[in-house]
């Protein structure tokens, strides 16, 4: 590893392997300044939950670590590769290990679900035609869309098709890490809570790395290990949801002690 | 990485298949064929796990695909030797294979053309009603806009009228001078073999006021401007936001369509007198340099030989175009389906239909001109 990067205490602790390591990221947009000296670590194999106001740069966060959004200052580690300033090379490699799923699906318009699911494999595997298409409706069985949408063109899906969809192609390549920019935001209940079955099972059996940006107060209780609240320009408190409410913070107070908390706490509890 | 490899085994209880090596998406492809090459029978199964050093949902779909195939065969399947998240991944998948995957059907018959061919002959016909109804919906629009013109949308008609007029002049005087030039020079050596040369003045006159002038300027702004409406209103199409505007009580077409069209009304014959300007001053200094026709005897000729209704009718023709060039345009933007490629074809469809249409429209006029005897 060529890294530029200064090498922090890397495995200092050998249970947690940072899969994202983010230093002093500063993100500017004119005179706005969106974060400022931000410092995030994702562990490998957790589920992290990115949570904060709406405009706090939870989603440009989210950009700027998959390189879709240029920092102004910082540096950010993303399975041992530096995502900012490394060589072109090993960030195209490092993108067939991520899959991203976006806040309001960013699939292909011209091609259907099906089609949309087999483009990354298409360009990065060797598979046989027939094999792809097996996989393709494999994904579109895992992530519980109906099977009549195959052929279906995005356009032709409802809001919560299209952010499953979306999941799928972010799975296509098997990755090791996904993001999902609120992936439940927009669904019913009980398809929300689906979803969280199936991010937490897919976590488990694949060993995934999840970064999910959610307000989705169901989603935390149920399958985050980790929260991240992100306030003021940087990450304001990291750990546990229990611990969250401890946090002597208005605005994180207010989102982790509302009537709307207790009810998913004791529904998370409950499970 | 280990490259992934299946061996099977005959033995008296059965068939023994190891697999073994890292089953992920990356590595499959050279395995994939012998996974889909093996066809399992009756014989009982037994699948030996325990080489696999990483699996992913990929790996664990061909091993969840074999054991599926040799059940349907009427094997008893087993696995053997995995590790828990591994046959936890395996379970997971089997629960999850399709009962019957959708494959992308891509072979076309000659039965399938033919039905294409139909659906788009009558798909036509049926285009060609309801861009009829567009334009009446659209005149009706402006009629009433001009009866009562608070409903117009002063703002958007400046804006439009700056981007598809002001903006397209130098391109369209250009033009027109070019012709003009274009249309001296190659005149000038033909007339003087017959020494015939002060025709020219009459050649550049009635050809550019009459047809030229106004034709190009229109198939420049066909291309020009009729690309950017349906462009600009087939992405809001794409966004939701013409529903958006339905639903809010505003009429696309008046909000949209109309202050373009009405643009393109105003600007069009502007631009296409700029252009006859152009034209007559490139034609007439390229006769002064090639034919010596001076500015004063070619300002002399044009007065007394070419009569105020060849100007005219080539005027007259501008709003007509004009409409067809925005109507088109903007009805295809309506047309535009779901999709950012839908754009790009409907786009195709406007420049390629109004230029034809404009071209089509100066046909009629000039049968009805010669009828009339103009
Ligand atoms: N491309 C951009 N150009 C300018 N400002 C941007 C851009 N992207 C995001 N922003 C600004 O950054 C802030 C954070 O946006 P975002 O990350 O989308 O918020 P959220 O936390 O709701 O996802 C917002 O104030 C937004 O206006
Ligand atoms: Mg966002």
Redesign the interface.
Known sequence: MDGTLPQHSQKADTQREAVIRVRNLTNQFGPQIVHQNLDLDVWRGEVLGIVGGSGTGKSVLLRTIVGLNKPAAGSIEVLGVDVVNGPEQERRQIEQRWGVAFQDGALFSSLTVLQNIMAPLREHTGLSESLMCALGNLKISLVGLPQFSCGKFPSELSGGMRKRAALARALALDPEIVFLDEPTAGLDPIGAAAYDDLIGELQHALGLTVFMVTHDLDSLYAICDRIAVLAEKRVLVEGPIEEMTKVDHPWVQEYFTGPRARAAQEKGLGR | MTRPSLNSETSADGVYLRVSGDL???T??SV??SF?AYKPDDSNLIIDLSGIQAL???GA??VA?LAHRAKLAGAEVRFQGALP?YS??IE??TR?????????DTSRSFADWIESLGKRTAGGWKDTLSMLEFLGMTLHRLMRTLMMPRRLRGAALVSQMEETGFRAIPIVALMGFLIGVVLAFQGATQLKQFGAEIFVVELISISVLRELGILLTAIIVAGRSGSAFTASIGSMK?QEEIDAMRTLGLDPIEVLVIPRVMALLVMLPILGFIANMAALIGGGLMSWIDLGVSPGMFATRLKENTGIWQFAIGMIKAPFFALVIGVIACWQALQV??????VGQRTTASVVQSIFMVIALDALFSIFFSVMGV
């Open positions: 992920l998406t990356q499959l492809s994939e064929q889909a992913d949902t990929s779909w061909v695909d998240a936890d991944l997971t998948v999850n294979i399709p009962e019957d995957p959708e494959s992308e794409v389906k779901g999709s950012a490629q839908s």
